[in-house]
């Protein structure tokens, strides 16, 4: 079992991805606020084909796009138990950055929602939060 948004939960994301459309390239960076231990930032980023999922470090050049959530939607779009539709119509993921960069990769976020569901039997989330039964 890996913990939620851990380094080891972030290894387990990006082998569980599949290979996307070469052509599709974004630098998606998620900050989960209010986490017990201050934000979590995490980068997700489209290349080659390829999704990678990593903490920005140091100097990498800024993201496409920011999403900013608190961890309890973060847990709930990760467990499934919250889609990315209703948590932008709550306002519960804000978005920063190019939004045109965003749609025109589109097609390839629900390889990372895909990506998301094969990892939660594997994943411990806080609070006690688990993901649904199957």
Do not use: C, N
Request: net charge negative; proline share 8%; glycine share 8%.
């Amino acid at each position: 079992m890996v913990e939620f948004l851990s380094d080891d939960w972030l290894r387990l994301v990006e082998a569980a991805a599949p290979v996307t459309d070469p052509s599709v390239e974004l630098v998606l960076d998620m900050v989960v606020i209010d986490e017990p231990h201050g934000e979590v930032r995490h980068r997700i980023a489209l290349a080659g084909g390829h999704i990678r999922a990593v903490r920005p470090a140091g100097p990498d050049p800024p993201p496409d796009a920011t999403l900013t959530l608190a961890r309890a939607t973060a847990v709930g779009l990760a467990t499934g138990q919250l889609s990315a539709h209703t948590a932008f119509l709550q306002g519960s993921v804000k978005l920063a950055g190019d939004l045109g960069h965003l749609q025109r990769a589109a097609d390839a976020l629900p390889l990372l929602v895909g990506a998301l569901e094969k990892v939660r039997s594997a994943t411990t989330y806080p609070d006690g939060h688990s993901a649904p039964a199957r």
